[in-house]
């Protein structure tokens, strides 16, 4: 095997090894929205109350204010191509098993701090 074939065939390795290791950080992510999601916004009381509504679509979570109109800001909470969770663009990194509770606090400060709850 030549030196260019060898230098290729170890490039690919790692592309396929980094790719399996993404495809994992986006799965747990999109696992610990979902939770998050059927956990704590759906059964939020606080949240129906102040007539703020959430929709998750398996990567994405969307919440708004429907009876405030299309000029109320609403707020995105989506995981990203590297698995990284980000809330209205800053983000929060990946949803490491060590670190669930953490990032369940963050997002619960970043949506009382946006809807002003």
Do not use: W
Not at 8 to 14: M, N, T
Not at 61 to 89: C, R, S, T
Request: hydrophobic residues 40%; negative net charge; proline residues 3%.
């Amino acid at each position: 095997m030549s030196a260019l074939d060898q230098a290729i065939a170890e490039l690919e390795e790692k592309r396929t090894k980094e790719n399996a290791e993404r495809q994992v950080r986006h799965q747990q992510s999109c696992a610990f929205l979902k939770g998050f999601y059927e956990s704590d916004l759906t059964s939020s009381k606080k949240l129906k109350a102040h007539g703020v509504r959430a929709a998750f679509d398996g990567a994405r979570i969307l919440l708004e204010k429907p009876e405030v109109g299309v000029y109320a800001d609403g707020m995105m909470i989506v995981v990203g191509e590297q698995g990284e969770i980000d809330v209205n663009g800053k983000s929060l990194g990946p949803a490491r098993p060590d670190q669930l509770d953490v990032m369940k606090s963050e997002l619960i400060s970043e949506i009382i701090s946006h809807f002003s709850l």
